[in-house]
């Protein structure tokens, strides 16, 4: 085999970086931006570590030509960045603010100047506030403002941007904003959890079918994080029985409406006693199930689980912090155990054979889909050696582990597209603020100076087919 890892990966590979708005923007107030979810969430006390806000984050809104500059350096393909829905329509309804477009007219074409393709993610979780003061996802509505707001970008940027992204993990809008709310908007409701999964899925549709019909050749995706979800004793019955549950509820609650137009009947009625499930009106898993041209994936740990034997807290170990509620709706019985390790500064464990695993399910699933890594990448405590640099030798090894376990899926047969590195810089990493780390460059958060990490030199060699 080569030992030259770009050599795994066809030419027309995309190799990319991503980001998203409230993580790395700021200018909250300015431009006509209106608040969303987040910047409520995070000016809450208590909300976020530190009380960090997105308020100020990267200034990537006042550092755009810089920003892209490094994107260029770098030699990506294609750049992954999300619109900040309140900053292109304040309030979630109406006529757009064009100072709001402007700035991402700007990013795009500045992308398309360096020769670099845009893939744009409409939705990364910044909820313009007066939709959820209207119910949030819960809300049937929020889908149908959510249609219209794609049908006016795939307007005005759709001559230029090619490849759109609905939703950016919907796992996390619905289960971490209202079940276990460690994500804005912070509320701890089971049932609406439940309500948020449908609406998104049907948000996802909606949307999907309008940029459709208004741009007919445009590449249409959907963003998941989906759980590597294995057994602590894979000869236990019970085991086994836990992870199908999880994988009903963290996955097949959203591949199944929206790749085969159904909600599996084991989720119904695991979730029996939590809702009726009477907000899935007739038509809307038809609706939900909308062509894609690729699947985005993000991936970064496994998760292991059992049935709970009664002692201790069962959702301790599920990656997911001490929050007032679980995510897991319905799934009170269920024990995560924490992986061996090694493990990420979240906490998270590393294990690219997960990557693979995950990425072979689907294609067995699902072989007609190309398939894209949207998300991939690590946070570490970068330290700030003598020489001025950050040696984040983990870091590499990770990436790299990864994007040859995409490789392994590639040789199987997977249809594999694209490789996104999360993420170009550091940035405000939700409710852990500016504490974890996961860019290739560093933020100095005191200068708003950038910095390139070895990760970053690393990478642009791969691209390059220099690196090994
Ligand atoms: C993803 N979890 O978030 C997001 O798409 C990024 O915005 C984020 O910065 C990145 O992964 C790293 O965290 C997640 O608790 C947040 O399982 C939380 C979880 C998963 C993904």
């Not at 067995?364 to 570490?380: C, D, H, K, Q, S």
């Not at 974890?436 to 005191?446: H, M, P, Q, S, T």
Request: net charge negative; hydrophobic share 40%.
């Amino acid at each position: 085999m080569s030992t030259n890892l770009r050599d795994r990966f066809p030419d027309d590979f995309i190799w990319g970086s991503a980001t998203a708005s409230y993580q790395i923007e700021g200018a909250a107030k300015e431009g006509g931006r209106g608040p969303s979810i987040w910047d409520t969430f995070s000016h809450t006390p208590g909300k976020t570590l530190n009380g960090d806000t997105g308020d100020v984050a990267c200034d990537h809104y006042h550092r755009l030509n810089e920003d892209l500059g490094h994107i260029a350096d770098l030699g990506l393909d294609a750049y992954r960045f999300s619109i900040a829905w309140p900053r292109v329509q304040p309030s979630g309804i109406g006529p757009l603010n064009q100072e709001g477009v402007d700035f991402y007219e700007r990013l795009v074409d500045g992308l398309l100047e360096r020769g670099v393709q845009p893939v744009a993610t409409l939705y990364h979780w910044d909820l313009p506030q007066e939709l959820e003061d209207a119910g949030g996802w819960p809300a049937r509505d929020t889908a149908y403002r959510f249609a219209e707001y794609a049908e006016h970008m795939a307007r005005v940027l759709g001559d230029r941007v090619h490849t759109w992204t609905t939703l950016n993990e919907p796992w996390c809008s619905a289960y971490l904003g209202y079940a276990s709310g460690v994500h804005a908007p912070g509320r701890t409701e089971p049932a609406s959890a439940l309500a948020a999964v449908h609406h998104l899925n049907l948000a996802h549709g909606l949307a999907g079918r309008a940029i459709r019909a208004e741009l007919p050749g445009a590449r249409l995706s959907v963003t998941l994080n989906l759980h590597v979800v294995r057994p602590v004793d894979p000869g236990s019955e019970s085991d086994v029985e836990a992870v199908r549950r999880i994988d009903a509820i963290a996955n097949r609650a959203f591949l199944g409406p929206q790749l085969d137009a159904a909600y599996p009947q084991d989720l119904l009625d695991d979730t029996a006693h939590v809702t009726d499930w009477s907000f899935v009106h007739d038509g809307d898993t038809d609706m939900a199930c909308v062509p894609l041209d690729i699947l985005g994936v993000n991936y970064y740990s496994t998760k292991q689980v059992r049935l709970w034997d009664g002692s201790g807290d069962p959702s301790a170990n599920d990656g997911h912090g001490n929050a007032a509620g679980s995510p897991w709706v319905a799934a009170d019985d269920i024990e995560f155990v924490r992986p061996p390790g090694p493990y990420t500064a979240m906490g998270w464990d590393i294990d690219p054979s997960g990557m693979t695993e995950l990425l072979l399910r689907l294609h067995r699933e699902y072989p007609e889909l190309p398939l894209m890594i949207t998300e991939n990448g690590a946070a570490f405590d970068d330290v700030v050696s003598d020489d001025g640099a950050v040696h984040d030798a983990r870091r590499v090894d990770y990436v790299r582990d990864h994007i040859a376990a995409v490789a392994d899926a590639r040789d199987a047969g997977a249809d594999m597209r694209g490789y996104f590195l999360w993420s170009l810089m550091d940035n405000f990493e939700w409710s852990y603020g500016y504490d974890r780390r996961f860019g290739i460059i560093r933020v100095n958060y005191e200068t708003g100076e950038r910095m390139w990490k070895d990760s970053a030199y690393w990478y642009r060699d791969l691209i390059a087919g220099r690196a090994t």
